[in-house]
């Protein structure tokens, strides 16, 4: 899968969430909610997603592969040193952040992962990823 395979609808849905849980935090990510702040039906919505997991899922799924994309362009340079890589690795998540702060609450919200091991489970693929990248420079 990779972020070309989203359609623009997710996409848009999956940003408005992600603002909605910076804004006011996990507990007011309703579909209800949701829908209202994007001015669609909540059937409409469900059209694209089947529940408020799988936004988070696709939401999560989306950043990991926009970050495996944006690093892997980084690490094709084999004549920059590990310590180079590492810095523009670590340059490149700053600025991915601070370019969409919204994320970082996402990522970091324990009430998001608390009850639901599949979002639990997205997380640990993103750590795992940052991980083996750090092991093979």
């Known amino acids: 899968m990779k972020p070309k395979d989203f359609t623009e609808r997710q996409i848009e849905i999956m940003e408005a969430a992600t603002l909605r849980?910076?804004?006011?935090?996990?507990?007011?990510?309703?579909?209800?909610n949701l829908a209202a702040d994007l001015r669609l039906s909540e059937a409409?919505?469900?059209?694209?997603?089947?529940?408020?997991?799988?936004?988070?899922?696709?939401?999560?799924?989306?950043?990991?592969?926009?970050?495996?994309e944006r690093i892997a362009t980084l690490v094709a340079d084999k004549k920059k040193e590990p310590s180079e890589l590492l810095r523009q690795i670590f340059a490149s998540q700053l600025k991915s952040?601070?370019?969409k702060p919204a994320i970082v609450s996402v990522i970091f919200s324990e009430g998001i992962f608390q009850f639901n091991k599949e979002l639990s489970e997205k997380i640990s693929v993103?750590?795992?990823?940052?991980?083996?990248i750090s092991k093979d420079l």
Request: aromatic letters at 12%.
């Open 21 to 32: 849980i910076d804004k006011f935090g996990i507990q007011e990510l309703t579909i209800k």
């Open 44 to 68: 409409a919505l469900y059209r694209h997603f089947k529940s408020k997991n799988e936004i988070l899922l696709g939401l999560l799924t989306y950043y990991i592969l926009e970050m495996n």
């Open 97 to 99: 952040f601070t370019q």
């Open 126 to 132: 993103m750590m795992a990823l940052m991980q083996k």
